[in-house]
């Protein structure tokens, strides 16, 4: 009995190897359709505008969100890069010279009442 089991599974599980054998065509892969985003997701005014120019040597990146200007990156030709960033949104700009942890980021209005 148990020969005859063995057997047949034995047989059960080399079917599917000869079954696939015959059929050697590659399925047909059709591309996925590109999914569209939620409406509202690509708001241009939720990125940041951010305008590159040159003063002298030195190269100047203004960072504006809804066309408030919150900081600034100023690279010389010799030295290190700077900010100049507006913390409290008053148009008081203080200078940093890295992006270190203690500078605070911008913060953005969500809500006004």
């Known amino acids: 009995m148990r020969t005859t089991l063995l057997v047949l599974t034995a047989g059960l599980a080399v079917f599917p190897l000869a079954a696939g ?3 050697d065509k590659p399925p047909q892969l059709q591309p996925v359709p590109e999914i569209a ?3 509202g997701v690509q708001d241009p005014d939720l990125e940041p505008k951010v305008t590159i120019s040159r003063r002298g040597d030195d190269k100047v990146e203004e960072y504006r969100l809804h066309g408030r200007l919150y900081m ?3 690279t010389p030709r010799h030295g290190k890069p700077y900010y100049l960033v507006d ?3 008053d148009g008081l700009m203080r200078r940093y010279d890295d992006l270190s942890p203690n500078l605070v ?6 809500k006004e009442f």
Do not use: F, L
């Not at 980021?105 to 969500?110: A, D, G, K, R």
């Open 21 to 23: 054998a015959v059929d």
């Open 37 to 39: 985003p939620p409406p």
């Open 72 to 74: 600034i990156k100023v």
């Open 87 to 89: 913390q409290r949104g």
């Open 105 to 110: 980021v911008p913060m953005w209005m969500i």
